[in-house]
């Protein structure tokens, strides 16, 4: 960790003073007021997010939580299930699928508490993970947004809890495949950060929603999660206007979760066209203006290169990568409000 990390104060913030008191804690001391807000948003991951539960309550001994369950309509059960097993949890029924962003953002305007953390429903808290990433958090002040390691149900790192953020050179080396060949590479992987275990204190640029806590006066500073954001990026926009106001985001390997997803993402073409639609907005939203053009000239390398190599080989790969190609035009153009 750099000594600007360490040494800088925070920027200040004005904390809201009209905020009603905090709601009882399940965790930690139970009933006392709650200090954190856990938020999971949840769609037709009925199992999965009883499993959240169960383990984010038994994992958490210090950190006074209160925890909510937003609903996206799931048709699971979802809802009644979890009503039924934790009846002390908060559950928010929504009849309409809000989606990630807008329903986070929901919770967290009506959060009283001085933290919030964001928790995906396909993660098991680890023991303690959350009461070493709150205190982390309070002694890092500066970092402003804060996350742990993530892990597969086997135990091997899942390194996507964390980011760096589209570079120039990043955006090259995907383009060319130089980050596909090169994975252990920080040269050739600078978002993935190369070969970096997550085992470390590290400054990074983007902490990934499924295990991102951050003040909720911060959140507030910055209005939440930018709507236009359909599908996936808001979390690095988050991070990265936080990082435009002095913060500076950190992992702290002391909080530890199993996080399923990641393992086959990127893999479908619908999957990889909203991708490709969110970088394409966080270019235009956090580059200078000049290096705009580059940034999607290399998108467009990437999905042309592809979309070539997999017409060689034919089967399944080729007619994914024919519908990526094929809306082009829709993803580069990416998010608008």
Same mark, same amino acid.
């Given at each position: 960790m750099t000594s600007a990390f360490r040494n800088s104060p925070p920027p200040p913030i004005t904390p809201d003073q009209d905020k009603e008191a905090p709601p009882p804690a399940l965790t930690g001391q139970p009933g006392a007021p709650a200090e954190l807000t856990v938020i999971v948003?949840?769609?037709? *991951? /009925?199992?999965? *997010?009883? *499993?959240c539960l169960r383990t984010l309550l038994a994992a958490t001994h210090a950190a006074r939580a209160h925890v909510v369950v937003f609903d996206n309509a799931s048709s699971d059960g979802s809802a009644e299930a979890v009503a039924e097993a934790f009846p002390q949890v908060e559950l928010i029924a929504s009849p309409d699928n809000l989606g990630f962003a807008r329903a986070n953002n929901?919770? #967290? &305007? #009506?959060a009283r508490t001085d933290w919030l953390l964001l928790l995906n429903p396909d993660t098991e808290v680890h023991d303690g993970a959350i009461d070493a990433l709150l205190a982390f958090s309070r002694e890092h002040p500066q970092a402003g947004i804060t996350g742990g390691r993530t892990? =597969?149900?086997? %135990?091997?790192?899942?390194?996507? &809890?964390? @980011?760096?953020? +589209?570079t120039p050179w990043s955006a090259f080396c995907m383009a060319t495949g130089l980050t596909a060949m090169f994975r252990g590479s920080a040269a050739f992987n600078p978002e993935g950060m190369g070969s970096w275990a997550r085992d470390s204190v590290r400054e990074v640029d983007i902490v990934v929603g499924c295990f991102l806590m951050i003040p909720r006066a911060l959140w507030d500073k910055l209005g939440g999660f930018d709507l236009k954001y359909f599908m996936y990026g808001e979390e690095a926009d988050l991070c990265l206007r936080a990082r435009a106001l002095g913060y500076r985001p950190a992992i702290t390997p002391d909080a530890q979760i199993m996080h399923l997803v990641g393992a086959a993402s990127g893999k479908r073409a619908d999957k990889l066209r909203m991708v490709a639609?969110?970088?394409? *907005?966080? +270019?235009?939203?956090? $580059?200078? /203006? $000049?290096?705009?053009? =580059? %940034?999607? !000239?290399?998108? $467009?390398? @990437?999905?042309a290169l592809r979309r070539a190599a997999s017409g060689l080989r %034919?089967?399944? !790969?080729?007619?994914? $990568?024919?519908?990526? @190609?094929a809306t082009r035009r829709d993803w580069l153009g990416g998010y608008t409000q």
């Open positions: 948003v949840s769609y037709n *991951t /009925r199992e999965l *997010t009883l *499993t929901v919770v #967290a &305007s #009506a892990v =597969f149900p086997d %135990g091997s790192l899942n390194i996507a &809890s964390c @980011w760096m953020r +589209i639609k969110a970088r394409a *907005t966080l +270019i235009r939203d956090h $580059w200078p /203006r $000049w290096q705009r053009p =580059f %940034g999607l !000239a290399m998108m $467009w390398l @990437w999905a %034919g089967g399944a !790969a080729a007619e994914k $990568w024919r519908s990526v @190609w």
